[in-house]
């Protein structure tokens, strides 16, 4: 292939391919399960491996009215691509990053008030007011100021005029299981927490709580916002069932490899670093270059299956940096060249991320996470 410049474009062997189209799709199933609050678009750790700036404009366009990243540094990377809805610094700040906060109208997430004093100080230097939202602790363990702890707090930001309160969010640990009856008595003492404020009366303060398992998952949790991450990508938060989407998700991910080599072995061959794997009778090989540097990790050896001409062939020997080896004996006419799927459709068969993961034994977004932050990203309607 020829580029414009008149140099030769080499395309990478290992691609993931990304569906515009199912990302507008699953940013309308969030939207109508939600009721149509406004939507938080979680396109933080690089959108789940599909590419934050692109994901970022997908939905804006689809009507997005926030979106929240992990670091400052994200936020920036957002603001220059052009967006300008408000961006959620959702892990924490430290004062250095200040500066960078206010320069580029950034939403920070405060987790207690340690830093209240000098964020204000520093907004009132530059004669702007900063917008932020508080982070409770209702039983995550991780992040954010206690249930009895928040309400001094609150009080604390609005004694500035600089600082405007314009939320309080928290998270729900078990969302994606409704049997344990965990996020309901989350949720109950979040909404007390708002209860108990309502004197303040807080102008313009959005209180927030669902993530994509909240949304799907739990009644009533939709409040003033929502905040779908893995459910925008087309999957269900880890373990939560199929059945709580309807199936209506399409996962927006890809990921294919190219046929290297096809050879046949004898029985008795060792494959791969410490032969792990050895044949037990004449066996054609489809060699793969694709390997843990890929994201094709070595705990999918001997695991792992790969669609090639729509047929499942398994992954045989241990994977190394750049190479894999997957036995096509059973496929016919298998040829270097030809299209083998790591993860997505061929033909009539699927192999979703959530299989993958449990190959891994991890869970989806790290598979995503993964293949998008390891490979050639390319974006298709």
Request: with cysteine; proline share 4%; hydrophobic share 40%.
């Amino acid at each position: 292939m020829v580029g414009g410049s008149g140099h030769t474009v080499i395309e990478s062997l290992n691609r993931v391919l990304v569906s515009r189209s199912a990302l507008a799709h699953n940013f309308r199933i969030c939207a109508e399960k939600s009721g149509g609050v406004p939507i938080m678009a979680m396109v933080k750790a690089d959108a789940y491996g599909h590419g934050m700036e692109e994901c970022a404009r997908v939905f804006a366009d689809s009507g997005a009215r926030a979106f929240g990243v992990a670091e400052v540094v994200e936020g920036v990377r957002l603001r220059q691509s052009g967006i300008r809805e408000p961006i959620f610094i959702l892990a924490g700040l430290l004062p250095e990053f200040f500066e960078a906060v206010i320069d580029y109208d950034l939403t920070p997430v405060l987790v207690d008030g340690e830093i209240v004093d000098s964020l204000a100080a520093t907004a009132s230097a530059h004669g702007k007011k900063v917008h932020v939202h508080l982070k409770v602790d209702t039983g995550m363990g991780r992040q954010g100021c206690r249930l009895d702890q928040a309400p001094a707090v609150v009080h604390k930001i609005i004694s500035h005029d600089s600082l405007h309160l314009a939320g309080i969010m928290a998270h729900f640990p078990m969302a994606d299981d409704p049997v344990h009856g965990n996020s309901d008595r989350v949720l109950s003492d979040f909404l007390h927490l708002v209860a108990t404020l309502r004197p303040l009366r807080l102008k313009d303060c959005r209180c927030h709580i669902a993530n994509s398992g909240g949304i799907f998952s739990v009644d009533g949790a939709e409040l003033d916002m929502v905040r779908p991450g893995i459910s925008l990508y087309g999957y269900g938060a880890d373990g939560m069932e199929a059945g709580m989407t309807n199936g209506r998700l399409r996962p927006a991910m890809s990921f294919v490899s190219r046929v290297l080599q096809v050879r046949e072995v004898p029985a008795g061959t060792g494959l791969g670093y410490g032969h792990i794997y050895t044949t037990t009778k004449t066996t054609r090989l489809a060699v793969l270059p694709v390997g843990y540097e890929d994201g094709y990790v070595r705990a999918l050896s001997n695991r792992a299956e790969v669609l090639v001409h729509g047929c499942r062939a398994p992954v045989v020997g241990r994977i190394s940096m750049n190479l894999s080896l997957v036995d096509v004996s059973e496929i016919q006419e298998v040829r270097p060249g030809d299209e083998a799927v790591l993860l997505g459709r061929q033909g009539n068969d699927r192999i979703s991320a959530d299989e993958i993961a449990g190959w891994m034994e991890s869970i989806s977004y790290e598979v995503l996470c993964l293949f998008g932050h390891c490979n050639t990203r390319e974006y298709r309607e």
